[in-house]
Nanobody
Framework: VQLQASGGGLVQAGGSLRLSCEAS????????MGWFRQAPGKQRELVSR???????NYADSVWGRFTVSRDNAKNTWYLQMNSLKPEDTAVYYC??????????WGQGTLVTVSS
């Protein structure tokens, strides 16, 4: 399985972006898929994830502004980001948690929010 993330870019504060992560290869089962981010000088942090049962989790800092979703038919998941803030500026990485394997990561997509 390989992941291809897209959708990053430059946006003004208050704006929106939608990130996409497309998985190549066949996914029979997974535990969860989602998004981490890493801002300059900071550790990578979990932004959001969606489990195989459809449960979702969000970092407190994005709760109510970001929405994670998936399209199983397209092997793709998304992160809709609304009301973006300058502190959301980071490289966003998608990942998938597969049973019995290390997480698979996408290449990262840069989101820059200007004030």
């Amino acid at each position: 399985v390989q992941l291809q993330a897209s959708g990053g870019g430059l946006v003004q504060a208050g704006g929106s972006l939608r990130l996409s992560c497309e998985a190549s290869g066949i996914i029979f089962r997974f535990n969860a898929m989602g998004w981490f981010r890493q801002a300059p000088g900071k550790q990578r942090e979990l932004v959001s994830r969606i489990t195989s049962s459809g449960s979702t989790n969000y970092a407190d800092s994005v709760w109510g502004r970001f929405t994670v979703s998936r399209d199983n038919a397209k092997n793709t998941w998304y992160l809709q980001m609304n009301s973006l803030k300058p502190e959301d500026t980071a490289v966003y990485y998608c990942y998938i948690d597969l049973p019995g394997r290390p997480n698979v990561w996408g290449q990262g997509t840069l989101v820059t929010v200007s004030s």
